[in-house]
């Protein structure tokens, strides 16, 4: 087994690792989500009025629809289904009317879900230098072939890999591109919370990165970590100790010792 994947195993089995893990992936939500004051003021009167198409109209607009509904998705990408579709509009506004004012504005400023805070968390981590040096910007990356994280927009990563580590065989941008000793090295970074579902489709994103041709030279790695590396008989656990056994499979928490002895 690669020594990389065989240590993170390790390490999330016997040492304090989800304790070691928050200092990456502090997981805590945001603070409320904020609502436009003349838009809750918009929402307020169609409210009062009882106007079933402007209340949903404008509660559309909102960051965050207050009620859980199917059919709220594919009236967010077609507003002009509002005027088509009465039966369902008068159906959701029964529901915001029965919820009331209060409990409305309370569910439109809930924080985000910790899930969907998780993907920037790796890069500001990077940015505290726990790597040993700065992340620095694409033009001082190309300047010269000291050792580097780059610090860049996920579609400048996925040109610079494309253009000059031979990364063509995805469209997919990169959380990592580094240089250390002279040699690339290019990545994503994922937590994986739970098994099932979404966690699944990234964990295979993942590992579709670390499998995309590239040039000979460049080194591919997964940085990954959460409930992957419990021991058992799970899907992701059977992976990572069979076919993928010889990949660069890491968690984070080891990713500095890593780079630092290419």
Do not use: C
Request: hydrophobic fraction near 40%; proline fraction near 3%; avoid cysteine.
């Amino acid at each position: 087994m690669n020594y990389w994947l065989s240590l993170s195993i390790e390490y999330a089995n016997q040492r304090s690792y989800l304790d070691d893990l928050f200092q990456i992936y502090p997981t805590i939500p945001d603070g409320i989500r904020d609502v436009d004051h003349e838009l809750w003021q918009q929402i307020e009167n169609a409210f009062v009025n009882r106007d079933n198409i402007k209340l949903i109209e404008k509660t559309l607009k909102l960051d965050l629809f207050p009620i859980k509904d199917s059919y709220v998705a594919f009236l967010k990408r077609d507003n002009s289904a509002i005027y088509r579709n009465p039966k369902t509009i008068n159906r959701l506004a029964g529901r915001l009317y029965e919820l009331g004012l209060d409990k409305i504005y309370e569910r439109a400023t809930l924080p985000k879900e910790t899930n969907r805070q998780i993907g920037p968390m790796f890069k500001r981590w990077i940015r505290t230098k726990a790597l040993g040096i700065s992340p620095v910007d694409i033009e001082t990356f190309r300047s010269n072939d000291n050792d580097a994280i780059l610090d860049a927009s996920d579609s400048q990563m996925l040109s610079f890999a494309k253009e000059n580590l031979g990364y063509t065989g995805r469209n997919k941008g990169l959380d990592f591109i580094a240089r250390f000793n002279n040699k690339y090295i290019i990545g994503e970074a994922k937590f994986l919370t739970d098994f099932g579902g979404h966690q699944n489709a990234q964990f295979n994103d993942a590992i579709a990165t670390i499998k995309t041709p590239t040039k000979k030279d460049i080194i591919k790695i997964a940085i990954l970590d959460g409930v992957l590396y419990i021991k058992g008989n799970h899907k992701m656990y059977r992976e990572l100790t069979t076919s993928l056994s010889n990949y660069n499979i890491m968690s984070a928490l080891v990713l500095r010792d890593f780079l630092y002895q290419l």
